[in-house]
């Protein structure tokens, strides 16, 4: 019952920086929790980063400490702060707000 559109995603060097965003919409609920996953060629779809509706984050260890999730209530937008990135982080990132998904920003990291 809700779209979510990610955006920010691109080519970066290693050790570069990348914030992606996701916008929700279509919902008449308040936004609880919302999560980042992100799919890599020939793996399965992996937690990355959440974020709860009292503000309360939870990151993967690969991602833990160079990886921040955030969100702007007034703009129904998450985000996902990403830095020191490398070449294993390359894969497409997905916004997920209980069972809906967006369409999935592509992030890849050049060695």
């Known amino acids: 019952q809700v779209q979510l559109v990610e955006s920010g995603g691109g080519l970066v060097q290693t050790g570069g920086s990348l914030r992606l965003s996701c916008a929700a919409s279509?919902?008449?609920?308040?936004?609880?929790?919302m999560a980042w996953y992100r799919q890599a060629p020939g793996k399965q779809r992996e937690f990355i980063a959440r974020?709860?509706?009292?503000?309360?984050?939870y990151y993967a260890e690969s991602v833990e400490g160079r990886f921040t999730i955030s969100r702007d209530n007034a703009k129904s937008t998450v985000y996902l702060q990403m830095s020191g990135l490398k070449p294993e982080d390359t894969a497409v990132y997905y916004c997920?707000?209980?069972?809906?998904w967006g369409q999935g920003t592509q992030v890849t990291v050049s060695s």
């Open positions: 974020i709860t509706g009292t503000g309360r984050t």
């Open positions: 279509g919902s008449r609920s308040s936004i609880n929790a």
């Open positions: 997920n707000l209980d069972v809906d």
